[in-house]
């Protein structure tokens, strides 16, 4: 595939090759100048997947995409890895996580870690969405490995932002404190199986109450907080039902 220009992977890549968009990311992520992409009208809902490292973020994801496959829908997962240079240990659990996935040609699993893009890391990601949206994938979702500046940042290319706890791993004034009550359009309290979940679920909507009273935007969505194991596959149809409802209010996608 060395032999293509630009503009012929680019080609390929809008065919349905995902051997090309799997090259041409890796250029983006490995190089400084990147490839030129321009006039990708997205028509994917972009749904970004944030937390602290155990909340179940990757769970939730397979949960997202066993209930798409199920719909005949394709869905790319962008697994973005902002700290480490080369694909660490998490990296890898979620790859075999996801294995059920891998011989699915509907579903595009890559993990990106950008360690040398010019424009620094939210300037790579947004061309490997570009790339992804050229594609034509019905669904992409970005997981971000930590909770951090960075993961904030990369964040904002989502268009739907999922944040993920879980009962005993941080409360509302830790989420507060880690940027995450701000960037949620949809709070999940994952692991509802185990104590404490409710009482997780109500300080965050304390929480994000307070955060809404202070920055005083929001009026058109509030971020509903929900409930849910997504291991056992519970409250995976509400999730999604949110999901739905904030690309409706929000006027995104198809
Ligand atoms: N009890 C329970 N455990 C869960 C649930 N969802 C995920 N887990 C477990 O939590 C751990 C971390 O999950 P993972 O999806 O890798 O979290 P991530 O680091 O946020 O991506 C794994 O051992 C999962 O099996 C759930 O709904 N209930
Ligand atoms: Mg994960």
């Given at each position: 595939?060395?032999?293509f220009?630009d503009q012929?992977?680019?080609?390929?890549?809008?065919?349905?090759?995902?051997?090309a968009?799997?090259?041409?990311?890796?250029?983006?992520?490995?190089s400084?100048v990147?490839?030129?992409?321009?006039?990708?009208?997205?028509?994917?809902?972009v749904?970004?997947?944030?937390?602290?490292?155990?909340?179940?973020?990757?769970?939730?994801?397979?949960?997202?995409?066993?209930?798409?496959?199920?719909?005949?829908?394709?869905?790319?997962?962008?697994?973005?890895?902002?700290?480490?240079?080369?694909?660490?240990?998490?990296?890898?659990?979620?790859?075999?996580?996801?294995?059920?996935?891998?011989?699915d040609p509907?579903?595009?699993i890559?993990?990106i870690?950008?360690?040398?893009?010019?424009?620094?890391l939210?300037a790579?990601?947004k061309?490997?969405?570009?790339?992804?949206?050229?594609?034509n994938?019905d669904?992409?979702?970005?997981e971000t490995?930590?909770?951090?500046?960075?993961?904030?940042?990369?964040?904002?290319?989502?268009?739907?932002v999922?944040?993920?706890?879980a009962?005993g791993m941080?409360?509302?004034?830790?989420?507060?404190k880690?940027?995450?009550?701000?960037?949620?359009?949809?709070?999940l309290?994952n692991?509802?199986?185990?104590?404490g979940?409710?009482?997780?679920?109500?300080?965050?909507?304390k929480s994000?109450?307070?955060?809404?009273?202070k920055t005083?935007?929001?009026?058109?969505?509030?971020?509903?907080?929900l409930?849910?194991s997504?291991?056992?596959?519970v409250?995976v149809v509400?999730f999604?039902t949110?999901v739905?409802?904030?690309?409706?209010?929000?006027?995104?996608?198809?």
């Amino acid at each position: 595939m060395d032999a293509f220009t630009d503009q012929e992977l680019l080609k390929e890549i809008q065919s349905g090759n995902r051997q090309a968009l799997a090259k041409a990311i890796t250029t983006i992520e490995n190089s400084t100048v990147g490839i030129e992409v321009d006039n990708v009208e997205p028509t994917a809902q972009v749904l970004g997947i944030t937390g602290a490292p155990g909340v179940g973020k990757s769970t939730t994801v397979d949960a997202i995409i066993k209930f798409l496959r199920k719909k005949n829908l394709s869905i790319a997962v962008l697994a973005v890895d902002p700290s480490s240079p080369i694909s660490g240990g998490a990296l890898l659990g979620d790859r075999i996580r996801l294995a059920d996935h891998f011989t699915d040609p509907k579903v595009f699993i890559r993990s990106i870690a950008t360690r040398g893009h010019l424009g620094g890391l939210s300037a790579s990601i947004k061309q490997v969405l570009k790339l992804i949206q050229l594609a034509n994938f019905d669904f992409i979702i970005i997981e971000t490995v930590g909770v951090g500046q960075s993961e904030v940042e990369i964040m904002r290319v989502a268009d739907t932002v999922c944040v993920v706890l879980a009962p005993g791993m941080g409360d509302g004034i830790q989420a507060a404190k880690a940027g995450l009550l701000e960037i949620g359009d949809i709070y999940l309290v994952n692991k509802s199986d185990r104590d404490g979940a409710s009482d997780t679920k109500q300080d965050i909507e304390k929480s994000i109450a307070l955060s809404m009273l202070k920055t005083n935007k929001g009026v058109a969505w509030t971020p509903p907080v929900l409930l849910g194991s997504m291991q056992l596959g519970v409250g995976v149809v509400e999730f999604m039902t949110e999901v739905e409802n904030h690309r409706r209010v929000r006027n995104l996608g198809k």
